[in-house]
């Protein structure tokens, strides 16, 4: 993001950019401080049809992570086992995926302006604040689940699938991937109001909602001790449940929680 002076630099007199930035700014940090981590770089990002912006203030905004760890530490998926339990963190919103279908749809039904309509939603917020839902931050949660660089794990996790491009089927698939095991989903989370209407009005099917959205979990803890996982995600005010279980064979089913609530396979 570009500092200050490169804003006012742009040759226009509204002050309202630095407002803007000001928001952004202060935002960033809220997140980190919350994810307990140090924002030192960025990163490219895909902009896809974005890269023009939209409205009087439009702005490039990436991201990207420096990380270390402990080889001893790591979760290589290898741990999983046949009868683990599947604990799903619950998520209100889009998280940072699957934003270029939302656009999609609600440009093609509403125009433009879609973000400004309210009387659409059973929430009464507008469609706009709908999509833009602030992500769940379970980094604090993670850490004191698996101990993180150096203290003691206070639970026994075996796999974590992020639950971001791809949905369930592929970043859960990813972590399954090493021991060839496969995954029944049988109590999902209930999707978010803004992924529900998108299936309605985009005639999206479920199979390709999980496939794109995160469908109501953002993150998926594979562990033998669902109550210990759950209880430290209750401590951080997240909610959670048991959706699932490992079992054999490479499939991934769902009990899909969308619209059409079919049993799906992947």
Not at 3 to 30: C, H, P, T
Not at 232 to 243: M, R
Not at 247 to 255: A, F, L, Q, S, V
């Amino acid at each position: 993001m570009g500092s200050l002076l490169d804003v006012r630099s742009l040759g226009s007199k509204n002050e309202s950019y630095i407002d803007f930035v000001k928001q952004l700014a202060i935002g960033y940090v809220n997140a980190a401080r919350e994810a307990n981590v140090a924002v030192v770089n960025g990163e490219v990002a895909e902009l896809g049809a974005r890269v023009s912006g939209y409205g009087p203030f439009n702005y490039n905004w990436g991201a990207g992570v420096v990380w270390f760890a402990r080889k001893s530490r790591m979760l290589s998926g290898n741990e999983i086992k046949c009868g683990d339990y599947l604990v799903g963190l619950k998520e209100e919103g889009l998280r940072s995926n699957g934003f270029s279908l939302v656009r999609k749809i609600m440009q093609s039904t509403y125009g433009n302006d879609w973000h400004n309509i309210t009387d659409v939603t059973t929430s009464g917020e507008s469609l706009g604040k709908l999509v833009l839902h602030p992500a769940r931050i379970y980094a604090r949660a993670v850490v004191d689940m698996t101990g993180g660089f150096d203290n003691e794990p206070k639970t026994e996790v075996h796999g974590i699938a992020h639950i971001t491009g791809g949905g369930i089927p592929e970043k859960l698939g990813r972590i399954l991937k090493p021991t060839g095991l496969g995954a029944n989903i049988y109590d999902p989370s209930e999707p978010p109001e803004i992924m529900c209407f998108c299936q309605t009005i985009g005639n999206v099917t479920d199979r390709e909602s999980y496939k794109t959205w995160n469908m109501g979990q953002g993150m998926i803890i594979a562990t033998p001790n669902p109550d210990a996982v759950m209880a430290i995600a209750n401590g951080h005010d997240i909610e959670s449940k048991v959706i699932g279980e490992v079992m054999e064979g490479p499939c991934i089913r769902i009990k899909s929680k969308g619209l059409d609530r079919e049993e799906l396979l992947f």
